[in-house]
């Protein structure tokens, strides 16, 4: 069974920057799809970014493009998510999230095949 755990949340004014990191079950980071996604207080989940397995094809959703940053460390089975120039519009519970297959690819934000399983996900506030 997967594990994932979500970690570097907080908050922060607008204009800062937080790094998320989701530790994962051995193998994982390496095997597997992996993306982030968010929910905000009363807002649908909008899928924020997505890495392949291979870390060689990364893919954003628009509302993000050009501040954050998905990577991942294989040798510490750990995916990131670099978030720079945060707007109060970021705010929200952000939750990383693995396939079942690694075949899948990347685009919107997502991975291409559905998220098999999530972490209890951390919070990020921005205040303006």
């Known amino acids: 069974q997967v594990q994932l755990v979500e970690s570097g949340g907080g908050s922060v004014q607008a204009g800062g920057s937080l790094r998320l990191s989701c530790a994962a079950s051995r193998y994982t980071t390496s095997s597997f799809c992996m993306g982030w996604f968010r929910q905000g207080a009363g807002k649908e989940r909008e899928d924020v970014a997505a890495?392949?397995?291979?870390?060689?094809?990364?893919s954003y959703a628009d509302s993000v493009k050009g501040r954050f940053t998905i990577s991942k460390d294989n040798a510490k089975n750990t995916l990131y998510l670099q978030m720079n120039s945060l707007k109060p519009e970021d705010t929200a519970m952000y939750y990383c999230?693995?396939?079942?297959?690694?075949?899948?690819?990347?685009?919107?934000?997502?991975?291409?095949?559905?998220?098999?399983?999530w972490g209890q996900g951390t919070q990020v506030t921005v205040s303006s």
């Open positions: 890495i392949n397995y291979a870390g060689t094809m990364t």
């Open positions: 999230a693995v396939t079942k297959y690694s075949y899948s690819s990347v685009v919107s934000g997502s991975c291409t095949t559905s998220y098999a399983t």
